[in-house]
């Protein structure tokens, strides 16, 4: 598996609760913890979740993370307008010995 | 003000060397694996090497093993990313990041703004 597996698309209106999902193997979101990055167009990534449910001093308590298994999700509630972005997973993999990236999620905010 | 900035991209042929850099600044260097990660734009994001504090511990993602060198100099505070035999599909903006931790853990809490490579005849 090069990738971890995440929607392409994801969408919600000011106001919702949105979820993003990342699909991994055994090899890495089984055994490590996640990392998640937004990023605008044009910038780089921007660190929004790391081990699995620790956000970064700086980035709202809207965001949250958790792992369940080979799986994870990145939540945003309170979806406001400058949330509308791409999102990253990534997580340790044991077999590549280096952090697995998904292919991102585009975030509409309707 | 933690700050990365790439240097030494830009249009190579196929086949031929380059050797990126990153200043690091606003933190201390020498306490912090370091980290390039690659994307094409508007594409994903792949990691591709990483090296601990001290460069005792250094990693490789598989398509590049064996053609590209990591590399880092604590009293200038740089990382560098030597690269060899550069093809097509090496052709991505390259970003400079710091681990959160003096190993390779992989989780990235400053990037640089990138330096773009393109390999092209």
């Known amino acids: 598996q090069s990738v971890l597996t995440q929607p392409p698309s994801a969408s919600g209106t000011p106001g919702q609760r949105v979820t993003i999902s990342c699909s991994g193997s055994s090899s890495n979101i089984g055994s490590n913890t996640v990392t998640w990055y937004q990023q605008f167009p044009g910038t780089a990534p921007k660190l929004v979740i790391y081990?699995?449910?620790q956000r970064p001093s700086g980035v709202p308590d809207r965001f949250s993370g958790s792992k369940s298994g080979t799986s994870a999700s990145l939540a945003i509630s309170g979806l406001q307008s400058e949330d509308e972005a791409d999102y990253f997973c990534a997580a340790w993999d044991d077999t590549l010995n280096g952090p697995l990236f998904g292919g991102g999620t585009k975030l509409t905010v309707l | 003000e933690v700050q990365l900035v790439e240097s030494g991209g830009g249009l190579v042929q196929p086949g031929r060397p380059l050797r990126l850099s990153c200043a690091a600044s606003g933190f201390t260097f020498d306490d912090y694996a370091m980290h390039w990660v690659r994307q094409v734009p508007g594409k994903g994001l792949e990691w591709v090497s990483g090296i601990s504090w001290d460069s005792g511990a250094i990693g490789y993602a598989d398509s590049v093993k064996g053609r590209f060198t990591i590399s880092r100099d604590n009293a200038k505070n740089s990382l560098y990313l030597q690269m060899s035999s550069l093809r097509a599909e090496d052709t991505a903006l390259y970003y400079c990041?710091?681990?959160?931790?003096?190993?390779?853990?992989?989780?990235?809490?400053?990037w640089g703004q990138g330096t773009l490579v393109t390999v092209s005849s």
């Open positions: 081990s699995t449910d």
């Open positions: 990041a710091k681990d959160i931790k003096t190993g390779l853990y992989g989780d990235f809490d400053y």
